[in-house]
C-alpha cells in the first residue's frame, strides 16, 4: 500500500526558507506527478506546484512562482519543495500527494486539480511569522 511521509515543516519569520520533503513507499512503480497542496484554516485546499517527471514540466501556482521550487529524487519516490522568500500568507498545513496510478496519466492540464491525484500524506505544518 503506498504511503506518503511529509517532512521538514516548522516556524521561521517572514523572509526565511525551509525545504519540505516527501517519501512514498515503494509498493507501486509510479510516483508521477507529485505535487504539493496546501490548506489554511478556514480556505480551501490549494496547489503549490507539481512535477511530471516524464515529461520534466513543473508547475507553480502564480502566489509561489518565483521563491517556491519542486523537485524530486533520483528514485522518484522523493518530491522536495525548497520554499524561499516566505511570507506569512504562505502559513498553512502543507501536504504531499501523487498519482499512485500505473501505468501514469500524464494529464498535465488539470496539474492543478487535488481530484487529480490517488495518494496523500498526512500534512506538515507551515508557520511563517511577520
Known amino acids: 500500500q503506498v504511503k506518503l511521509l511529509e517532512s521538514g515543516g516548522g516556524s521561521v519569520q517572514a523572509g526565511g526558507s525551509l525545504r519540505l520533503s516527501c517519501e512514498a513507499s515503494r509498493d507501486t512503480s509510479n510516483f508521477s506527478p507529485m505535487a504539493w497542496f496546501r490548506q489554511a484554516p478556514g480556505k480551501e485546499r490549494e496547489v503549490v506546484a507539481s512535477?511530471?517527471?516524464?515529461?520534466?514540466?513543473?508547475y507553480y501556482a502564480d502566489s509561489v512562482k518565483g521563491r517556491f521550487t519542486i523537485s524530486q529524487g533520483p528514485a522518484k519516490n522523493t518530491v522536495h519543495l525548497q520554499m524561499d522568500s516566505l511570507e506569512p500568507d504562505d502559513t498553512a498545513v502543507y501536504y504531499c500527494?501523487?498519482?499512485?496510478?500505473?501505468?501514469?496519466?500524464?494529464?498535465?492540464?488539470?496539474?492543478?486539480?487535488?481530484?487529480?491525484?490517488?495518494?496523500w500524506g498526512q500534512g506538515t505544518q507551515v508557520t511563517v511569522s511577520s
Open positions: 512535477i511530471f517527471t516524464e515529461t520534466n514540466n513543473t
Open positions: 500527494a501523487a498519482d499512485c496510478v500505473d501505468p501514469p496519466r500524464l494529464f498535465e492540464s488539470i496539474w492543478f486539480a487535488a481530484n487529480y491525484y490517488s495518494c
